[in-house]
């Protein structure tokens, strides 16, 4: 799974595009990548792009854990 993740802290905003296919451990490995990152602050906002995603193999369980 393919991710570009870009944040702009003078904005406050993290924004990711996903391509391909996504399964929960990728999305869940990736909030962790975000998380630990030196710019990300926790009262930043946050655009996901699922517009390239050809099969999201995402569980309520992941989304709710995500959430």
């Given at each position: 799974m393919p991710v570009i993740l870009k944040i702009?802290?003078?904005?406050?905003?993290?924004?990711?595009?996903?391509?391909g296919v996504v399964t929960?451990?990728?999305?869940?490995?990736?909030?962790?990548?975000?998380?630990?990152?030196p710019?990300?602050?926790a009262k930043f906002d946050e655009i996901i792009d699922l517009t390239m995603v050809t099969d999201l193999q995402v569980s309520?369980?992941?989304?709710?854990?995500?959430?």
């Amino acid at each position: 799974m393919p991710v570009i993740l870009k944040i702009n802290p003078q904005k406050g905003v993290v924004h990711s595009t996903f391509f391909g296919v996504v399964t929960d451990q990728e999305l869940l490995s990736h909030s962790q990548t975000i998380a630990s990152h030196p710019d990300f602050r926790a009262k930043f906002d946050e655009i996901i792009d699922l517009t390239m995603v050809t099969d999201l193999q995402v569980s309520p369980t992941a989304m709710q854990e995500l959430a």
